[in-house]
């Protein structure tokens, strides 16, 4: 069975920092792209960042300078780590397999970025 779980979300004042994680199990993690992804209150879910299984990365305009997705393959883990954050960040944010027409999604966690 495939699990994804994130974690790492929460309150963070603007110009802060947090680092999400998704831990997952049930798949060959290493050989896989992973992805994050975002939906803020009443908008489309939209992609954050990438990373191929070689480490290749790319991101949305919207973070790039500002966030970094790694993967540790030896803990079967992703991280996003941000910086600078901005109100605009704020959404819920999820990990992702792509894989066509079935993506594996975990159950997203909560960034807030509020003063």
């Known amino acids: 069975q495939v699990q994804l779980v994130e974690s790492g979300g929460g309150l963070v004042q603007p110009g802060g920092s947090l680092r999400l994680s998704c831990a997952a199990s049930?798949?060959?993690?290493?050989?896989?792209?992973l992805a994050w992804y975002r939906q803020a209150p009443g908008k489309q879910r939209e992609l954050v960042a990438l990373i191929s299984k070689t480490g290749t990365t790319s991101y949305a305009d919207s973070v790039k300078g500002r966030f970094t997705i790694s993967r540790d393959n030896d803990k079967n883990t992703m991280y996003l780590q941000m910086s600078r954050m901005q109100p605009e960040d704020t959404a819920v944010y999820y990990c992702?397999?792509?894989?066509?027409?079935?993506?594996?999604w975990g159950q997203g966690t909560q960034v807030t970025v509020s003063s």
């Open positions: 992702n397999v792509p894989r066509g027409s079935s993506d594996y």
């Open positions: 049930g798949i060959a993690f290493s050989i896989l792209a």
